[in-house]
């Protein structure tokens, strides 16, 4: 069945960049819909970034408000690896970062970080970022 495994978390100073990544296996499709979680202690889950894409194009990406600007979804189909590039983070970002599939694209109209679309969870990666 479908896998996700994150990587690239770790501890920064504020100011400054990691890169997370969810290598993907057990499956392939023409189309992708794929997500970003993080959950902060004494928090809910909430959703940071999420992709549409198919056949080698994004159709739709969408951003929390609090990482607009500084944080980029990617998705390597080649590689089966979906990407967060985060920047100038911040003390508030730190959360374990889980990463999440909708396979096959849900249809109809969702919440593009409703959590009952996706089917797929990975175990999530710990960000830490100190002021």
């Known amino acids: 069945q479908v896998q996700l495994v994150e990587s690239g978390g770790g501890s920064v100073q504020a100011g400054g960049s990691l890169r997370l990544s969810c290598a993907a296996s057990g499956y392939t499709y023409r189309r992708y819909y794929m997500g970003w979680f993080r959950q902060a202690p004494g928090k809910e889950r909430e959703g940071v970034a999420a992709?549409?894409?198919?056949?080698?194009?994004?159709?739709?990406?969408y951003y929390a408000d609090s990482v607009k600007g500084r944080f980029t979804i990617s998705q390597d189909n080649a590689k089966n690896t979906l990407y967060l590039q985060m920047n100038s983070l911040k003390p508030e970002d730190t959360a374990m970062y889980y990463c999440?599939?909708?396979?096959?694209?849900?249809?109809?109209?969702?919440?593009?970080?409703?959590?009952?679309?996706?089917?797929?969870w990975g175990q999530g990666t710990q960000v830490t970022v100190s002021s």
């Open positions: 992709i549409y894409t198919g056949g080698g194009s994004t159709y739709y990406t």
């Open positions: 999440a599939a909708d396979l096959p694209p849900s249809g109809g109209t969702w919440d593009p970080f409703d959590e009952r679309r996706f089917d797929y």
